[in-house]
């Protein structure tokens, strides 16, 4: 890989103190390449070779770092190097980090960057996290409609050098109102005098500014857009999220998602650079809950203690009929949680439909783990065919009930306008764990009082 | 929602068999909302909507619909209709549909297809599943590096009507290499008389065509491309794959990370169009090895029935045990397991880092979960100050070794070149629930062999 064959280059450059070929170096490769090669140096290093390379490639490379890298860097930093990177970063990669830095960092900071970039950043930083509005950049391209095709080429030649893309280019009025869009595409290919008011699309799609990222990257992804336009409540154009954004919020809200499925609350970034506070409380608290289920199902296995002695040999079914509810439960629960958070909205779940499959899915399922479970409890335990048949016929009996309820139960939460993935693996098993005991003991119970007797 | 606006309309439209009227609702919407809008209706009624259209238009709406639905209009139409619309579909949607068809299907229907656009079905049809081959698009910009930027752009604007972007212009010689790239935004801003093969990216970052999905995925995220040139084993251009199907990529790559995570085997296509025989084969599988393991457990259990009589409280325990490792454990695992699977290839993952975090992590946990685990113990089932430190004990050692399994087993899988979400999380609770009776019972014949006498 590039960056192990260059790391070693560089380090020796950095030995020798030249700076001349560590500014060669950042500006040879593409950013992202330069950015991986000093992923392994500490924030003083990675400054030191930032510092000797120019402005703008220096922004490039910083930004494309790791938002842990980029934090620790900002600690190193003066606060006069620190204002003119930020200055000149673009507005959503630096929302994102100034959304990471405590606010007194932030207050000391923002009177050392110019007064446009200074509004721009103040209106960023209040929109709630996770919102359009705070992963949108301002550096979108537009023009107004009295324009002609050539005129407007040559309106995006001035504006282009700035600008996140200008692949789309957003027809607002006088008012900044979103009017229409026309791609560079349709542009190109119009015959110049054409006016750029008989050329643009005028139902554009649009997002708010305070709606959730989950749901802008299902449009864009819906409609396959390079950009999509952030407006406010008065329609007015306030920002662009392009797709390379999109890319980001899908990873972030599939970890999301993997995370909320095993029972972890969301990490504030990646597990590689978590807290070790971080990680204990947002897993502590998933764990604790549980844990008090297990102890509930245990005080509920109590309840039959007097029976217990009859059926001692029931204990040694307990990891399996515990299992079977547990994991048939899990896999439908991540099934349906993953086909939900992909549900276009407004676009009814076909839950009935589903569940008559899960029903009959796990009778399957049931009754070929059933089939093993009562097998064994004959063959390895020498069981008769009474105690086998309870085994078999709770583990049928767990497996269907399990396969129901990972269905129906974060159906029932995403109706409830909560996110279904609450409705993690760990909790259903837990869940599933309760009523296993509960069905077990008392079908072992019932077995044994009435069936014995009559064999 | 829109569709569900205008799908009573529709039904009016249709019932009225006023093909006029269809032609303009197919015309005057985004191809992706009158998809949307058809969802729900069935094949045969679909078609009847579609015919009313522009071939064009009907292409568009056709690539918009959700693959089932897709696949269950080819069986309605007839063969010079599907050759029809096949030949006009866009070479990456196309080969995405035909290798769901059966091959008896797809040789019956190319001869009817222009022979161009056959031989592009054919060698696409030949790259492997998942691989960049079978998700690019043939239809790409490109241009040769003798023009000025002038010349390219009138170059572009002929090819631009066929073309899936031209916002990259790939620039190839005689043989079809892959000599460098330029963006329209640089041709736009470019002196029209400089030459291209002085504007252009010598340095093209491309995947091979038989490169897999997700590390394509990882490199266009990694530098923000709008498009990657994919080439084959002599860096000939073959094709392009673009921001889109980058999109479509992470969605799935994100559900197969899940389903595996859950022990489901991934499913062809999504949750709710499987059918009941997938599902119960890729659970089944699963399933009934993760019972053998518990049934394993229990035999490992019995192996401690002579002692059992002195330690029957401990089976209320039981459900806290099992539990506490197996969710720790899949926490872990889960974590690691995205992690993993969002890495940079050839970047070292921080292992020994992690460990060190996870071995903390496990006993700041462990040992809350422990005291929780006694404190019932001692209140709830008023069992001894010994018989309590053995619940706590062995929590704290379960919930040690989950963390740490789920951490190693996957990284472990990863270096053995192994899909690491196969280390799943039933998996390590199946993995932690043998070692956990082990532990347990052990523990507890122990305690009461030689610490119950001394007392």
Redesign the interface.
């Known amino acids: ?1 590039l ?2 064959l260059l790391a070693p280059d560089l380090r020796q450059t950095l030995d020798e103190g030249d700076d001349d070929a560590l500014r060669e170096f950042c500006e040879a490769l ?1 950013p ?1 390449d330069t950015a ?1 090669v000093l ?1 392994d140096l500490d924030a003083a290093t990675i400054w030191r070779v930032l510092k000797t390379c120019r402005l703008e490639t220096r922004v490039e490379i910083f930004e494309s770092l790791e938002l842990v890298t980029q934090f620790d860097l900002v600690h190193t930093l003066s606060r006069e190097e620190l204002s003119a990177l930020v200055e000149a970063m673009s507005p959503d990669d630096r929302a994102t980090l100034l959304n990471k830095l405590d606010d007194d960092t932030v207050e000391d900071l923002l009177p050392l960057v110019a007064q446009a970039e200074r509004a721009d950043i103040r209106r960023m930083l209040l929109y709630p996290e996770d919102s359009a509005g705070s992963i949108m950049t301002t550096d979108y391209a537009s023009i107004s409609d009295d324009l002609t095709a050539a005129q407007a ?1 040559d309106h ?2 001035k504006q ?2 700035d600008k996140e893309t ?2 789309y280019v957003y027809i607002v009025d006088e008012q900044r109102r979103l009017d229409g869009v026309i791609t ?2 349709d542009l ?2 119009a015959r110049p005098t054409r006016p750029v008011s008989e050329l643009m699309t005028r ?1 554009v ?1 649009s997002v708010r500014v305070t709606e959730d990222q989950e749901d802008v990257a299902h449009e ?5 857009f ?1 950009a999509i336009p952030v407006v406010d409540e008065m329609h007015r154009l306030v920002g662009i999220i392009t ?2 954004d ?3 919020i ?2 972030e809200e ?2 999301e ?3 909320r ?4 609350e969301p ?1 504030e970034d ?3 650079s978590a807290g ?1 506070r971080e ?2 409380l947002k ?2 608290r ?3 809950f ?6 509930a ?3 509920l ?2 309840a039959f203690e007097d029976g ?1 002695e009859r059926f ?1 040999w029931a ?6 009929v ?3 509810g ?3 439960g ?2 439908s ?7 939900l958070s ?1 549900q ?4 009814a779940f ?1 839950g009935l439909k ?1 569940l008559g ?1 899960e029903v ?2 796990g009778l ?2 049931g009754g ?2 059933g089939l ?2 009562a097998g ?1 409890a004959s063959l ?2 020498g069981l008769g065919p009474i105690e086998s048949a309870v085994v078999g016929v709770t ?1 049928l009996a767990v ?1 269907n009930f399990g396969t129901v309820i990972g269905l129906l139960l974060p159906i029932g939460f995403d109706r409830l306008g909560v996110d279904p993935a609450l409705m993690s ?2 909790l259903i ?2 869940i599933m ?1 309760l009523m296993a ?1 509960l069905l077990y003991y008392g079908v072992a119970l019932w077995a044994i009082e009435r069936l014995l007797p009559l064999a």
């Open positions: 890989m960056h192990e593409h992202a991986a992923y080429l995006l030649r282009a050098p200008i692949y560079l595409r190109i290919l139902d799609v864009v992804g819906r409609y396959d390079i797709h390379d999109i890319h980001d899908l990873r599939a970890d998602d993997a995370q499925i095993a029972a972890v990490l990646d597990y590689i070790v990680l204990a897993r502590g998933w764990l604790t549980l844990a008090v289920v297990a102890i199902t245990g005080i296995a109590r217990a001692a204990v040694f079914f307990l990891p399996l515990l299992a079977a547990g994991n048939a899990s896999q629960a991540t099934l349906t949680i993953r086909s992909h276009a909205k407004g676009r076909p589903l499959r009959f899915v399957l399922l070929a783990l093993i479970g064994s390895f335990f583990v497996v693996s760990p098993t837990a764990d005991v």
